[in-house]
């Protein structure tokens, strides 16, 4: 059922605009209405509207932010491996006391040349032009520092892939309320049409003499029943859809036409191994706890590199003199090793300390890995679990429905009150129920078992 509700079209007036970031492709295609404003709004599936959410979402696009200053940390350590190249061009001038030399200067008498009191001499001018090279030869311990950097780029990746799954699940379980709210309203809609009948019906019998007013009393009662369902069940996908516009980051107008809630039974549950294999190959969390692992890992051998010697070139050269007409070629170069022998035990105490952080992190992930397993294992009773409930319930319905006909020919001859029909239609009523839930319950099984899985943006 594709509810045809001209309130769900979008408003052009009341269009909102909100940048979609850089790395929406990565996430599969989206449906036209979501690129283009203005466009005819198509039925939007599970799949879009998490790929959606997933992209669009303001964790997504902080988490994408994030990766993109990482990277620019990972620029920033990788600058201590490179030679640097300075350039100075100055003049200056100054004057001197004499008295704050340190040393007198005589003549050829011996008499001082300068006032033994002081004296001012000067100005000096000065012009200096000047190039410096540095260059780090061998810096082992620069060199792990910027591997923990470049790592922690794909650290701020997983995480944003996780903010990415949080948008999507909520979009999921939004879009699955909303659908089951629409179902609600078409089962309810069924009901009130039923009522409707069978109150038409007591009253024609009624007028006919061969009905009796409690029959036309008990079906204006399960008429006002299914009138009050059918209110209730627009009110819930009112909130329903309340709900799934702040999922999208859409004004309510904006939102398009959903395809029913149906459960896809003829695609085959993956087994517990190959559910398994994926959580632990794919999920974003296991990934940024390892690449946490690494970060910490090659910060700690950072701090060990401190003790190795480290090489340095340094080249000072340029051209100085006391006016730009006498400047005299100069230079200084260098060839250094420097190594920290003792610090205090502070380098010690750094070491241990980051040991037990590589520690803590390697725990944390054993025990994501074992949660992650826990929830696939988990998803996967509840998938087969809903298979058979909604197999069970489809049975019932099928059941119901005939209860149903059985009851209103039987009515309409004659030979029994309307009571039987409305116990049967009460009957179709909660069978009708049932299947909504134990579709509703079998796609939210599917949807955790993809997002326990790590696979949760590619559901169709």
Known sequence: MVVDDRTLRPTPSRTRDRPVIPRLAVLGALPTFLLAQGSAPPSLSLGEAIRYAAARAVQSQVGALRVQQAAARSTQRRADLLPSLSLSLGENARTFNTATLGFSF?????????????????????????????APLLDWSALERWRAARASADVADAEAAQARDGAGGRAALAWLRTTRAMALIDARASDST????????????????????????????????????????????????????SALGLAREQLPLLLPLSASTSAPLPTEAEAVQDALARRADIRALDTQTFVARR??????????????????????????????????WSLGVSVGLFDGFRREGRVQEQQLAVQELTLRAQDQRDLATTEVRS???????????????????????????????????????????????????????????ARMAHETARVALARASGRLTELP
């Open 299 to 332: 910060q700690l051998a950072a701090i060990r590199g401190e003790r190795i010697p480290a090489l340095t070139a340094y080249r000072d050269q340029g051209a100085i003199g006391g006016a730009t007409a006498h400047l005299l070629n100069t230079y200084t």
């Open 106 to 134: 005589r003549d050829a008498n011996g008499r001082p040349a300068f006032d033994p009191n002081g004296q001012v001499i000067g100005p000096v001018r000065v012009v200096d032009a000047r190039g410096t090279l540095r």
């Open 379 to 437: 998803a996967l009773l509840d998938a087969a679990s809903a298979t058979e409930q909604l197999a069970a319930a489809t049975e019932r319905l099928g059941f119901a429905t005939q209860e149903l006909e059985q009851a209103r020919e039987r009515f309409r001859a004659g030979v029994a009150s309307n009571a039987d029909v409305i116990t049967a239609s009460l009957s179709l009523n909660a069978a009708r129920t049932l299947v909504i839930d």
């Open 194 to 245: 039923l009522a409707a009948e069978l109150l038409d019906i007591a009253r024609q019998q009624l007028q006919a003499g061969v009905g009796v007013a409690l029959d036309v009393t008990r079906a204006n009662s399960q008429y006002a029943l299914a009138r009050a369902q059918l209110l209730g069940a627009r009110n819930e996908l009112a909130r329903a859809r309340l709900d799934l516009a």
